[in-house]
């Protein structure tokens, strides 16, 4: 009301051409404090409620222009996808469900019964009675390699008797294939290899025998007369050559 009042005095002396902004400042300068007061926080607050406006009409406008981008950009993907397809765009492919295949069924277990066991039992046998002829057979070609390597010295050293020191070397002119001279030496007084180097082939070739028979008295016959009887065979190859390698030493000895 005061203000009505203050307009209507301010009307009677002023022009009309007054400018309206003028007019304002002179209108809040004539107003008190309590009422400049509440004057401000209503501009404020149609200030705050313009700004408000403002913002929600740029942000509408902003999803309005990206909901148009989004909406083009799947309307160009679908146009591209059809016409790689050669179908239209309007008409999306409906992927066709796969059907399911029956998966095959397990094969039934296998049932072992008590002839199967024993057939099972055989065949593992026949393997292992197969294995130890293979061990014999091996086991003879080294002997039979060690025998063709090995060479009779014509010179052997013996220790001499009565004494712990020094050594007799003894030249042989005896045959080393006269066999039948091993059963004739064996009650004559015995003499000692020495251990020289004249020596270390017979000691070698002794030494190489002894192993191979050790190796065969550990071969299984799993219950075969078969293998007993080629192993034994073997063994007697082997002690026979033993027999003509003593022979042949102690027969030097014994001639000297």
Known sequence: RALAEQRARKAQWLPDEVDDDQDDDWEYNQLGPRERMYLDARRR????????????????RELDSLSGFRRRSDENWY????????????????????????????PPAPVYVESHEHAASRIQNQYRIHRSFKAIADLEKQFDDSK??????TTIDFQKPGSEDGHISVFVSRSPDDESSAMDV???????????????????YLE????LL???DGVE?????????RRRDVVKKI?????????YWKGAWHNY
Not at 186 to 204: V, W, Y
Not at 239 to 247: F, G, K, L, M, P
């Open 45 to 60: 607050q149609q200030e705050l409620e313009r700004q408000q406006k403002d913002q929600e009409l740029a942000r509408k």
């Open 208 to 211: 190489s025998m002894l192993k």
């Open 239 to 247: 002690e026979a050559e033993i027999a003509r390698v003593d022979a």
């Open 79 to 106: 146009q591209a996808r059809a016409r790689s397809r050669g179908r239209s765009p309007s008409i999306p492919r409906t992927p066709t469900p796969k059907a399911k295949t029956p998966e095959p069924e397990a």
């Open 186 to 204: 064996d009650n004559l007084p015995e003499g000692k290899l020495a251990f020289t180097s004249s020596n270390f082939g017979i000691h070698g």
């Open 214 to 216: 050790t190796k065969l």
């Open 221 to 229: 016959s799993w219950g075969s007369k078969a293998v007993r009887t």
């Open 148 to 153: 063709s390597h090995f060479t009779f010295p």
